[in-house]
């Protein structure tokens, strides 16, 4: 196992872990979006809901 060997794991390791990163922070922007537009996760107003029940 040279050093390249361990450069290019580091390098996977890195890219999987920025996507990772990248992919959960605009998961949760937009679920405060949601939250701030009033909005449920399955794209139901909360006041519509509200009404319904």
Do not use: R
């Not at 990772?20 to 139901?44: E, M, P, Q, R, S």
Request: charge should be positive.
């Amino acid at each position: 196992m040279g050093k390249d060997f361990k450069k290019k794991i580091l390098t996977i390791a890195l890219i999987i872990g920025f996507g990772l990163l990248i992919w959960y922070g605009l998961k949760w922007f937009g679920g405060v979006a949601d939250d701030n537009a009033g909005k449920t996760y399955d794209g139901v107003s909360k006041y519509e809901d509200q009404v319904q029940n």
